[in-house]
């Protein structure tokens, strides 16, 4: 095993961005043993922490569900829930299937549109530009403003000097430069920085209508629910 404290902060970095928060964890942990005065190995292993317990508690939810669906299946007993799924056959159309991913999409897109005023709102109250139209600065699919995890964020914390986060993305050396975590113009990280919520740059995909041919149908959502 490495003993370079900065092959275990990429590590930990790799991790976290595909999700593997037990993972990263780790391998934050072995950065900091390694290098305990490195702040950003230090913040980066907490949130690896925080979102690792997050995971936990989902999984906790689902849990039991699960686990009886497992059970009857040992026992060669049914599974049931209060979910029923409408049937029909292949040649006849899907309504209510068509309504509901509609209803969904538009339900996804107000929520993303709603998400991002709120984080415009709070962003401009932190940088202190509560009077001006002009919001963070967007360039195609990415903004200095927005950091590594979709975070839009504001002022920094630990100093006076520094009115909001600016990092350009094109300027690091791919995800293993950890320097995406600091801030340009005073060098703190990314969590010195006040949160003002995440920023998503899509919108929801939006569902394509079904086609009926020759018999045959296909879902809104290619390779889901799909008949022939």
């Not at 100093?159 to 791919?174: A, D, I, L, Y």
């Amino acid at each position: 095993e490495s003993k370079v404290a900065k092959v275990w902060g990429r590590k930990g970095l790799a991790h976290a961005c595909l999700k593997e928060h037990h993972e990263a964890v780790k391998s934050y942990a072995a950065a900091v043993e390694l290098d305990a005065t490195n702040d950003t190995y230090a913040k980066a292993l907490q949130r690896a922490k925080e979102d690792a317990t997050k995971e936990a508690s989902t999984r906790a939810k689902e849990f039991p569900t699960a686990q009886r669906k497992q059970t009857a299946t040992r026992q060669g007993g049914r599974f049931e829930t209060n979910h029923v799924v409408p049937t029909r056959t292949s040649t006849q159309p899907n309504p209510v299937w068509q309504r509901g991913s509609a209803r969904t999409y538009e339900r996804e897109l107000a929520d993303t549109k709603a998400s991002r005023r709120s984080a415009i709102a709070k962003w401009k109250f932190s940088v202190g530009r509560e009077e001006h139209e002009d919001g963070p600065t967007f360039d195609r699919d990415s903004s200095p403003s927005v950091d590594a995890f979709s975070v839009l964020r504001g002022r920094c914390t630990n100093c006076t000097h520094c009115t909001m986060w600016w990092r350009e993305v094109e300027s690091c050396n791919g995800w293993n430069d950890l320097s995406m975590l600091t801030c340009q113009t005073c060098g703190c990280s990314n969590d010195s920085h006040e949160n003002c919520g995440v920023y998503m740059f899509h919108d929801p995909v939006k569902p394509q209508s079904s086609s009926h041919a020759g018999g045959s149908y296909t879902s809104d959502i290619p390779g889901i629910h799909s008949f022939q």
